[in-house]
């Protein structure tokens, strides 16, 4: 087991939707310090609202570019010289830049291919990121072991970290998501590899794939396509709340038993093409 109480935790993409529902169930858990990690200016705000909710200050506010490593490194010295080493990461933060593979241009009739440079965008953020936020977060409990005299990890020094990555039920193909559904398809095979290397010096990785979550980023799909494409595609008949998925990530991380990935898609299935 891993108590998440007294715990240090990296949460990114936490200034709304998922990211933002984790950091707070994680404080409402008795986390003791939680990095809020976002681009956007919103991360502050969403900082303050979960102090205030659990009446302590637990989180603290990173404003920057998750793909940059110098501000990768500094958010988890900041968080170990405040609050202790880092055990938990849930690296959330994502973009879509949704759009066909090949769309053929009805008036020239040629065929325009899914832009390289999105890709390689969805790619930095999606995969490259959440992984090197996890291998910062191992590479530092095994420093800390190491310093401490400690090399291969026993069962009975209880888990010392753990990584939830975000998938996403696209992982297994959606029109029109090239880019994203390649790169939550790929985290499997990250935590996969990297759970296999970092149970070594205690730290379990898991992957969670969500359905169709009210956040802004389905929400700008609009509410058309919403009511024509995605509910009538979910068994429970709407989108599923954010704060289902933290439960479920909070379920992950403590349990320990807990292993490889969990579908969280409320019965989500894809309506024939």
Known sequence: MMQIKDKVAIVTGAASGIGRAVALELARRGA??????????????????????????????????????????????????????????????????????????????????????????????????????????????????????????????????????IGSVSSQGNKGQIAYASTKSGLEGAAATLTKESIFHGVRCGVIHPGFTNTPMVRALGEDYIDRNILPATQLGRLIYPEEIADAICFMISNSAISGTLWADAGWHPLPA
């Not at 090949?102 to 953020?125: C, G, M, Q, S």
């Not at 409990?141 to 400690?150: K, M, N, P, S, Y």
């Open 32 to 165: 003791r310090g939680i990095a809020m990690v976002d681009l956007s200016e919103q991360a502050d705000v969403a900082a303050a609202q979960v102090n205030n909710e659990v009446d302590q200050n637990v989180a603290a506010a990173f404003r920057g570019d998750v793909t940059e490593a110098s501000f990768r490194g500094h958010v988890y010295d900041e968080m170990s010289r405040n609050f202790g080493i880092v055990q938990i990461c849930v690296p959330a933060a994502g973009v879509t830049l949704d759009a066909l593979a090949v769309k053929v241009n009805k008036e020239t009739a040629k065929a325009d291919i899914y832009p390289v440079e999105h890709f390689r965008h969805v790619l930095e953020i999606n995969l490259i990121a959440p992984v090197y936020w996890a291998m910062e977060m191992v590479a530092r409990i095994a420093e800390d072991r190491a310093r401490r005299g400690l090399n291969r990890w026993r069962a009975d020094e209880n888990v010392q970290g753990t990584v939830i990555f």
